[in-house]
């Protein structure tokens, strides 16, 4: 579209106990592992290398120096290099910053996630990375810092998300790390606290995404979390790390530690620790159960195996006393080397920097496909010429008086969160940027003090902002966004509200506002953040973005009960978010899956074509019933027979589907054998119930369009 149109930037933009189940049959075949291993080659190579090793150089290898292991160079083994992140490679000049995983998984597009992870995989391996830390687990806690890192609120959701990206990263020989395992859902207290899951809690939520990490895509490394899981560190918990994910799953990569997260030596290797992540010595810690607050940080170089750390000469005294067998040993290194084999990283000779391939027009379509229009009443999207000026009004539409060029201000706009996850900008376009050059294109440009009334449409840019280290401490905008947007919305009739946040925020004060008639929550875009959203707003790229979380109408309405500290009791169960909101039969006010088009879309002929315990198949006819061509997410859910106990309803597929206007296509979606059992707690196994079944399809978790049931 191209018109001339008059952009008003504000000079001073404003801040503002348990039974078994009835009538269930197991399903071996289900959760079966292949009988063809695809680890084999790779397993071979490591055993032939790790036979020559001494105990002192198995242990060079597993242990860790500011995220580089150390070289065994008469075996031809070089030191291995570990970085983060999620949105790309951490602390690099010339890397990409690309959209939050949040964003990836908003798209709900599963060749944009296996896109995404080829791309970042291929920066890593350009930098001289060979195992990257990312991808990271799903969102249970609304208000928890790392949510904008995560995949999410729904374990289906998370599978996919983080599996195509590791699927993605892998292919481009860089190992991917899934983390952080598991019930670390907060960082309040993360390095002390106890998080305490019920067994099918546990199973079908939060170890679910790891478990289709090991056996679907095979995924090289997983980290551990800091926290206790029912009492045990993780990182020292045989159940965990031995018997469910090494031997009930069959895991063939190996399990590292986060930074600082040892808290027993021994007991750590023993109980299946595969590779100590490095950064801190240990001498408060190492032989106790984790006086954090006493450890003295610091960042070794390669003589730190010979001073004392943890690993290293620590455990070779272990080694040599007995106290951690060979064999234990040998597991770990070889765990180590045949997920370099793997995935084809090259062992010998060390990884040279390269230039990165061309991204930002991914990472700019990334962004689009993320944004998710929740509401757009009286057609006030996309921007048209009848809009003959806008105001461009909120902190957030621009960088920061703090903002220096790679680094992320908070006090201005938020492209991507904090901690260790954000990747240093290579430049950062900002709404009011390209807001000014899509109006420079139009003809245009104007400055006005009172912007809000001048404007024909006022956009007003709030966030909120998320790291690592820390919880949000409430729902509420930053910078006084909510009185902001209040304020604007008193004096204009078409305001339109662009959120940066990274999960759920407070919009009950304003929402309802008939003066607010556009709302996009765009999430952390990354480096090309202003672009993709211009491209939504102007009508360039349709929005098909869905959240990856609800909305509630009150903060009330959620029900994860706030951290303590040291108990984190997950007594909700398997009941959060969407799950929660069917339960109670209170209505949230923009549902997990939600988001709007330009166009609309209607369904009709479900049919369940196959079902058995080795999959279901499903299929649906969707028309595009509007004037723009467009992209609908289709989305299947499962209702379990009653007996169950189980939620009403849960994601198990969802089909991005472009169609053009006055169109139909036949949309099909499979449940994978992976994801139909549920878990018996008291046989100890994923099972298949006998019983009938509910099929919903729809628009979003609260948009059902059609139903249907099959007998299984």
Known sequence: MHFTQTVLLASALLSAGAAA???????????????????????????AVV????????????????????????VGVRGFC?????????????????????NVAATFDKQLMKERGELIGAEFAGKGVDIALMPVHMARDPLAGRNWEGQGADPYLTAISAGYQIRGVQSQGVVATVKHLVGNEQESWRHHSDSEIDDRTLREIYLRPFQYAVQKENVGAIMHSYNM????????????????????????????????????????????????????????????????????????????????????????????AGHVSDARLTDAVTRILSSAYYVGLPTGATRTSTSRAPTASTI????????????????????????????????DATFGAAYESGGVDPSGHVAQGGGSGPTRFPYLV?????????????????????????????????????????????????????????????VNKNTVVVLNIPSPVDMSGWVDNEN??????????????????????????????????????????????????????????????????DKTGVKPLYPFGHGLSYTTF???????????????????????????????????????????????????DFNKVNIKAGRSATVSLHIDSFFLPIWDVVQQAWVVPSGTYTVYVGASSGDIRATAQFTI
Request: with cysteine.
């Open 516 to 581: 607010v008639t556009a709302i996009i929550v765009a999430l952390y875009p990354g480096q090309e953040s202003g672009n993709s959203l211009v491209d939504v707003l102007y009508g360039d790229y349709n929005p098909s973005g869905r959240l990856p979380f609800s909305i509630a109408r009150s903060t009330a309405d959620y029900n994860v009960p706030e951290a303590e500290q040291p108990k984190v009791q997950y007594s909700e169960g398997l009941y959060f978010d969407y799950r929660q909101f």
């Open 602 to 652: 209607a369904y009709s002929n479900l049919q369940v074509t196959a079902a058995s315990r080795h999959g279901v198949d499903v299929s649906v006819d969707v028309s595009n019933t509007g004037a723009l061509p467009g992209n609908e997410v289709v989305q299947l859910y499962l209702g379990y027979p009653a007996a169950t106990n189980s939620p009403v309803k849960q994601l198990k």
């Open 51 to 74: 036979a020559q090793l001494t105990t002192e150089e198995k242990i060079r290898i597993i242990n860790l120096c500011v995220g580089q292991t150390f070289p065994v160079a008469r």
């Open 430 to 490: 900002t709404p009011l940027a390209a807001l000014s050059a899509r109006a420079a294109d139009n003809g245009d440009l104007a400055t006005a003090a009172s912007v809000a009334a001048l404007g024909d449409v006022a956009l007003v840019f709030v966030k909120s902002y998320a790291t690592e280290s820390g919880d949000r401490p409430s729902y509420a905008l930053d910078s006084n966004g909510d009185a902001l947007v209040k304020a604007v919305a008193a």
């Open 364 to 395: 700019r379509n990334s962004g689009a496909a993320s944004a998710v229009l929740v509401k757009n009443s009286r057609g006030v999207l996309p921007l048209t010429s009848a809009a003959r000026s806008v105001a461009v009004i909120g902190s």
């Open 229 to 320: 899981l029912n009492g045990t560190h993780t990182g020292q918990n045989a159940r965990l790390l031995t018997d469910i994910v090494k031997g009930e799953w069959g895991y063939n990569g190996f399990i590292m530690s986060d930074w600082w997260a040892l808290t027993n030596q021994t007991k750590a290797a023993n109980a299946g620790l595969d590779m100590l992540m490095p950064g801190a010595a240990w001498s408060t810690v190492c032989n106790g159960e984790g006086a954090f607050e006493n450890t003295v940080y610091g960042y070794p170089g390669a003589e730190a195996f010979e001073t004392g750390y943890c690993w290293g000469s620590n455990l070779l005294a272990d080694a040599q």
């Open 21 to 47: 189940l009835p009538d269930v049959a197991a399903d071996p075949s289900a959760l079966a592992r292949r009988t063809d291993d695809p680890w084999a080659a790779a397993k071979s190579q490591a055993a």
């Open 82 to 102: 570990l970085q983060d992140g999620p949105t790309g490679v951490r602390i690099a000049d010339g890397a990409s910053a690309f959209s939050a995983s949040v």
